[in-house]
């Protein structure tokens, strides 16, 4: 398979300020973006740099929004890996894929996202050969991980941490928990991404217990619904 079929060409660049985090996780943010800017300077005093971070919980809450926010922060390009797009049914042929993939972010110094880290990590199966395929290969994955270079980034990213192997868990040094946003939180993201329309197009029924992509996608559709509706009552009344 060509190494560059396995990558998603993902060119959307966010900032930061466009992720909608609470305050801890902000500041736990900045700091990784500040240790990585000034790597050097903390070497010198003999300091670690975080650069293996484990974003993990709610699916549309901004685990890959912050990765590629990270990347843009720091001015590196972002390397993005769907883990569930990449397991072969020939585990070793995964191990070379995944391997290659970090060679290419490590030689770059590229950030590195992996997502769906519990498509590798989890066990699979009772079948003996299978599990033991499984664990090769998350063997394989903990070598990468413990190797790989402090010049550059590692962010990976799960909905089920409690399916992960531990042994894969403690290599980060840094784990990010998402959680559903509050209500009042959500009503801060309505007004985000309302404000850039006409007033009578912004008052829509907000819905609530969902996260910030699925409120995204329901407030873009009752707009679009709204103004498509404006638009033919133009159309009819410049018809008359």
Do not use: W
């Amino acid at each position: 398979m060509n190494l560059y079929n396995l990558i998603i060409q993902d060119k959307e660049e966010i900032a930061l300020t466009d992720v909608f985090l609470d305050a801890y996780n902000k500041e736990l943010i900045t700091q990784l973006i500040k240790e990585n800017t000034y790597a050097p300077e903390l070497h010198e005093y003999g300091l670690p740099v975080n650069n293996k971070v484990l974003l993990q919980g709610s699916s549309g809450c901004g685990k890959t929004m912050t990765a590629k926010a990270i990347a843009h922060e720091l001015g590196k390009s972002i390397i993005i890996l769907n883990l569930s797009n990449i397991v072969s049914s020939r585990i070793g042929e995964t191990s070379q894929n995944i391997k290659m993939i970090f060679d290419k972010a490590a030689r770059e110094r590229s950030v590195l996202f992996l997502d769906e880290l519990d498509q590798i990590g989890k066990a699979r199966g009772s079948d003996d050969k299978d599990v033991g395929e499984m664990r090769r290969l998350v063997n394989t994955l903990i070598q990468l991980i413990d190797y790989y270079p402090e010049n550059a980034l590692l962010i990976c990213a799960t909905n089920h941490p409690e399916i992960i192997d531990t042994a894969l868990l403690r290599r980060f040094q840094l784990k990010i928990n998402y959680e559903m946003p509050s209500e009042e939180y959500l009503d801060l993201f309505y007004d985000n991404i309302l404000d850039k329309f006409p007033e009578d197009l912004q008052d829509i029924v907000r819905k609530y217990n969902i996260s910030f992509a699925e409120a995204k996608d329901y407030a873009f559709t009752v707009v679009k619904g709204n103004l498509i509706k404006k638009l033919e009552g133009e159309k009819i009344q410049n018809f008359k």
